[in-house]
């Protein structure tokens, strides 16, 4: 018997469902399928996200995964430009969720917008705005700004990104999972003072797991790739300040003593801390 996953339907957005606290059934291997589609697409893969979502919607019957998996194919479509296609991946997800997927309408009023559709965009616009008012649960009510940012970063709408982001954190501040999420934008936008002061904050939230150090590891090491233009660890170690060392070292050791387990993280702590 295949075994199921168990979350709850914060990560699905939709008021109704929210408020009584669905929970989802797809399994766990279509469970991180999603996820990884999801991150391909945050990554602006977006072939590779299609090929993903693509296949979720063959192989997984759940109605979640029916859901995300329209979802995520409508936002990949959008990166490659196939609006037509995007609409008709959001209509199938709105219909699964009985028309109560913010994200759907939300990657539809997208589509619409490129396709010079903008009364119906504009309407899909005010149909998330009546979907978020009827959302009296607190907490998700933020879930779902944070993952209309999501959204808003996969389309590079940085702008509206932060902005949602921070109606997010503003709704629920006790969140670390929004500070993660902030320090990752700001990561891919090489603004690496900002992004840890982020990723501090959701430490002092008490996020103080495995996660969020291999987060953090990861983060110093692009810093340096990206600041001396190399991914050989010999030559990083060379040109390297002494204070760079001990930050990524300080990171990389916390990591290791939480349990990561990591190859190219263990080759740097040998070459690279002492």
């Given at each position: 018997?295949?075994?199921?996953?168990?979350?709850?339907?914060?990560?699905?957005?939709?008021?109704?469902?929210?408020?009584?606290?669905?929970?989802?059934?797809?399994?766990?291997?279509?469970?991180?399928?999603?996820?990884?589609?999801?991150?391909?697409?945050?990554?602006?893969?977006?072939?590779?996200?299609?090929?993903?979502?693509?296949?979720?919607?063959?192989?997984?019957?759940a109605k979640d995964a029916k859901e995300e998996g329209n979802v995520g194919l409508a936002v990949a479509s959008n990166g490659l430009k196939q609006y037509e296609s995007a609409v008709t991946a959001a209509n199938n997800a709105i219909k699964v969720s009985k028309k109560k997927s913010v994200m759907a309408y939300y990657a539809r009023s997208y589509a619409y917008d490129n396709l010079g559709r903008k009364e119906d965009a504009r309407a899909d616009l005010e149909t998330i705005t009546s979907l978020t008012k009827k959302n009296k649960n607190v907490k998700a009510r933020a879930a779902m700004y944070a993952r209309l940012a999501q959204l808003d970063f996969q389309l590079n709408k940085s702008a509206e990104a932060d902005s949602n982001l921070t109606r997010a954190m503003e709704i629920d501040p006790e969140n670390p999972a929004f500070y993660i999420q902030k320090g990752d934008m700001l990561v891919k936008a090489e603004q690496y003072d900002q992004a840890f002061n982020a990723y501090d904050k959701a430490v002092n939230l008490g996020k103080n797991d495995l996660e969020i150090y291999q987060i953090r590891t990861e983060a110093r090491l692009k810093e340096m790739h990206q600041k001396y233009g190399t991914t050989d660890i010999k030559e990083l170690s060379g040109r390297m300040t002494a204070q760079e060392k001990r930050n990524l070292c300080a990171e990389s050791q916390k990591a290791s003593e939480l349990g990561l387990k990591n190859l190219q993280l263990d080759l740097l702590s040998s070459m690279i801390c002492e």
């Open positions: 018997m295949m075994n199921t996953k168990t979350i709850l339907l914060f990560t699905l957005l939709t008021p109704a469902s929210l408020q009584a606290q669905q929970l989802i059934t797809m399994s766990n291997k279509c469970f991180r399928e999603v996820q990884a589609g999801n991150r391909q697409n945050s990554d602006g893969q977006y072939e590779e996200a299609l090929a993903t979502f693509t296949k979720i919607l063959k192989d997984c019957s």
